[in-house]
């Protein structure tokens, strides 16, 4: 979601196309994935809100795509990640400890 957050509806629209196209394929678990929270967002909230509007977004195509019976959808929330002021390069890219923030929640979410 992070570099997808400010593109509206059109998050909805990608979001269901892709998930069908890849249902297409395969029966295997489709994550998706919000966008991980910014550390300054005491200091930007203009930067937090787009990046909430876009969860919203993907958590609409994500209820959209439930009531359509796809299966195997799962959600990698904001606070799954949980990323820290120390997890991020400069504030915006995941470092080492960051990374492994993304690996721990992808497999708490994988054991559900």
């Known amino acids: 979601m992070p570099n997808s957050h400010a593109m509206g509806e059109e998050i909805v629209k990608r979001m269901t196309e892709g998930v069908h196209k890849l249902r297409e394929k395969s029966e295997a678990p ?17 930067i ?26 799962f959600v990698v929330s904001r606070d799954d990640i949980g990323l820290t002021e120390d997890a ?4 915006a890219h995941p470092n080492d400890i960051g990374n492994r923030q993304y690996a721990d929640a992808f497999l708490k979410k994988m054991r559900e």
Not at 59 to 69: F, I, M, T, V
Not at 88 to 91: D, F, T
């Open 30 to 46: 489709i994550v998706l994935v919000e966008c991980c929270g910014s550390p300054d967002s005491v200091f930007r909230p203009d």
């Open 48 to 73: 937090t809100r787009g990046y909430r509007d876009g969860d919203a977004m993907l958590r609409k195509a994500y209820r959209q795509l439930l009531n359509e019976g796809v299966k195997g959808l």
């Open 88 to 91: 991020m390069i400069e504030g």
